[in-house]
């Protein structure tokens, strides 16, 4: 069962419009969002991240928000640009759970393309 | 400039085949993980490890096998490589601490079994 879902696999937005990406988690015992974004051909990198005793956290143009009650989370790009076009996983972690330290639970990603 | 690094980054082999994909890294990280990236899948955790001689199974480890002699390594075995098993490997690594340290992944190295 997924744990962390990206219900939407694409999204496709206007050059300095919002984009908009939204993650749903499962296990509330996760206490640690994180956003990664993937360019092809490359690794993943880190892009923004929330604890979850935060409901916001900004980082120039990416926001990240988190509805603990809803289990929802969303990143938030103003504006959008040409070159944030990539896949986005969101990723979740704790450490309570399964007794792990540092691993991250993945979703399947959203590939944004910011149309010029 | 600390790095991780991945060899090779592409590989072709045949089904039955012992393949070993090999991560380096130079950031001193006790965490080291390997994932498998997918269509449809995103990235799923095969194996980790928290230290030398460390080594766990993670969600998709059937397969696959991993040691860890040193800080630096943590080379990814397929013992009879199969067709399900192409895919794109990511080698990631992460001070020791929590999911709240940042995990740095590697460029990838795309499988091909045939």
């Known amino acids: 069962d997924q744990q962390v879902k990206q219900n939407s696999p694409s999204l496709s937005v206007q050059e300095g419009r919002i984009s908009i990406l939204n993650c749903d988690y499962t296990?509330?015992?996760?206490?640690?969002f994180l956003w990664y974004k993937k360019y092809p051909a490359e690794g993943p990198t880190f892009l923004i991240s929330?604890?979850?005793?935060?409901d916001k956290n900004e980082d120039g143009r990416f926001t990240v928000f988190l509805n603990k009650s809803a289990k929802h989370l969303s990143l938030h790009i103003v504006p959008s640009q040409p070159g944030d076009s990539a896949v986005y996983f969101c990723?979740?972690?704790?450490?309570?759970?399964?007794?792990?330290?540092?691993?991250?639970?993945f979703g399947k990603g959203t590939k944004l393309s910011v149309k010029p | 400039d600390a790095e991780i690094t991945q060899s090779p980054r592409h590989k072709i082999t045949e089904t039955g085949r012992q393949v070993t994909l090999a991560c380096h890294q130079t950031?001193?990280?006790?965490?080291m993980f390997w994932y498998r990236q997918d269509l449809g899948h995103g990235l799923r955790l095969i194996h980790y490890?928290?230290?030398?001689?460390?080594?766990n199974k993670g969600e998709v480890s059937d397969g696959y096998s991993v040691s860890r002699s040193n800080t630096e390594d943590l080379p990814l075995t397929l013992e009879s490589a199969a067709s399900s098993q192409t895919s794109v490997y990511f080698c990631?690594?992460?001070?020791?601490?929590?999911?709240?340290?940042?995990?740095?992944f590697g460029p990838g190295t795309r499988l091909t079994v045939l």
């Open positions: 929330i604890s979850s005793i935060k």
């Open positions: 950031w001193n990280h006790n965490n």
């Open positions: 990631a690594s992460s001070e020791a601490g929590g999911p709240y340290n940042e995990q740095f």
């Open positions: 490890s928290y230290g030398v001689q460390d080594t």
């Open positions: 990723a979740a972690g704790s450490l309570r759970y399964g007794g792990s330290q540092g691993n991250l639970i």
């Open positions: 296990n509330s015992m996760f206490d640690y």
